[in-house]
């Protein structure tokens, strides 16, 4: 069929799979055109199939020349209904690999879950022996806990009182007030269980006592900082909560790696456009200045750029990693650079819908926005006839 983008508030309903393709198309020739990475040999990428994790199984494979499986969690196409993005993302991330000779296997499940976890082992053990390197980058709202069956929902609240500030609609381009009410005490909780650091730690856990994690281990999960103006509502608000009890997990399976000597830190990524941040108030007018102003000091970077980057000047520079006072890695730091966060506070001041139109790069958000979805590329026929129903090589 013509499948064009149907979008709904902050999600598109549709995904096109040549786009998709084209998309991990794109993002292999970045990596390759960097040259090689001496890197880790066996990954896994648990959230695989969009965003900084798609990026990061992309970097380990086509950079680093490794094997990887990839756990996500997508829906294939049916007649007359489109995948997931991540779905024909991982559809085309397998041909490519398995084209340049490159092992790749996807599990598509709940990643939270006991048996994906137990599936995900024993492909490791049947397939690669042990893996070197275990990418954590979920982002997901809910979670049902494996040991309770509880399902808990995450929120993305401020704490303490109410917040109030811009924020921008990134379809319409209206810049309005918005205003959100504080987390309760459970909001808190149930947001640092879906998005803190139980979970990595309950896979790091299994792999260790399974045997399939190679001496000097090492696992990487991703957090966020951001600016003064987000920070109600990002890292001092609910999922902020998240992310302090998800970097303090690093230092917790470091050390329970230490027998063989493995090591789990957190990358402190930049702000970028995926579909998880795109629903958070505030960031998308955030997002649109500060790319504005990124791309006018030609410092702007992509999901794919931050990976590579993280990978060749910090995992594998061949020098110890350089961390943070809290022992971080920080890949946000040309967001974070004092001129650029500076400049973003001024024209924040500045910004109505009016004014945005000059001042914001509205037009990067929507067109990075259609991306995840596989529309905007370049050189792929819109107009064509494609088959919605795509299957990933090793799942089906
Ligand atoms: P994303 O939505 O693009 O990717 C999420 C991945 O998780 C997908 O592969 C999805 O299939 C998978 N997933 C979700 N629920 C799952 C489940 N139950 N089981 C298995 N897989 C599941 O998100 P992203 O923006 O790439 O975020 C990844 C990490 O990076 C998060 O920790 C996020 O907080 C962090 N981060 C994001 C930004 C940003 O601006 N987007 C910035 C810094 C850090
Ligand atoms: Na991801």
Redesign the pocket.
């Known amino acids: 069929m013509i499948i064009e983008p149907r979008m709904r508030g902050f999600i598109c309903l549709t995904a096109h799979p040549t786009g998709c393709a084209q998309n991990v198309k794109n993002q292999i020739n970045y990596v390759k055109a960097q040259g090689k990475i001496d890197g880790a040999k066996r990954v896994l990428v ?10 990061s199984r992309i970097t380990s494979a086509f950079g680093c020349g490794a094997s990887t499986i ?5 829906k294939p196409g049916t007649e007359g209904k489109t995948a ?1 993005p ?1 779905w024909y993302n991982s559809a085309a991330f397998e041909q490519e690999a398995h084209a340049a000779g490159l092992y790749a296997k996807s599990i ?6 006991e048996d ?1 976890k137990a599936q995900t082992i024993a492909t490791i053990k049947a397939d690669l022996g042990q893996v070197d390197l275990v990418i ?5 709202p ?3 806990h494996p040991t309770t069956g509880v399902l808990h929902r995450s929120a993305l609240k401020p704490i303490g009182g109410t917040f109030t500030n811009k924020t921008v609609d990134f379809h319409t381009g209206n810049v309005t007030q918005v205003s959100i009410e504080p987390a309760t005490q459970e909001d808190i909780d149930n947001t640092v269980v879906v ?1 803190g650091g139980e979970d990595w730690s309950m896979w790091m856990d299994a792999m260790q006592k399974a045997g399939v994690l190679a001496e000097g281990a090492m696992t990487l ?4 900082i ?1 600016p003064e103006v987000t920070k109600a509502v990002y890292r001092n608000g609910t ?1 902020g909560r998240a ?1 302090d009890h ?1 970097e303090a997990t690093a230092a917790t399976i470091t050390e329970q790696l230490q027998a063989l000597g493995g090591k789990a830190y957190v ?11 795109s629903a958070i108030p505030v ?1 998308p007018l955030y ?1 649109s200045l500060l790319y504005k102003i990124m791309k006018r000091e030609g410092i702007h970077e992509g ?1 794919i750029e931050q990976m590579d980057r993280l990978y060749r000047a910090r995992l594998y520079a061949g020098t110890p990693i350089s961390l943070d006072a809290e022992n971080r890695i920080r890949i ?1 730091d040309w967001e974070m650079r004092d001129d650029v966060q500076a400049e973003v506070a001024r024209l924040w001041e500045e910004a109505t819908t009016e004014s945005l139109v000059e001042l914001g790069d509205l037009a990067g958000y929507k067109n990075d926005f259609l991306n ?1 979805f596989g529309f905007g590329f370049e050189g792929v026929d819109y107009l064509a006839d494609v088959n919605e129903v795509v299957s990933i090589p090793s799942i089906s």
Request: glycine share 12%; proline share 0%; hydrophobic share 45%.
């Open positions: 648990i959230g695989a199939s969009t965003g900084f994790g798609l990026a990839g756990v996500f969690f997508e997931s991540g598509n499940g709940d990643a939270f879950s994906i954590y980058s979920l982002a997901s809910v979670r049902m998005m999960a991703y957090s966020y951001g999922i992310k998800l990358s402190v990524n930049k702000a970028l456009v995926t579909q998880a941040s960031i997002i999901c946000d995840l």
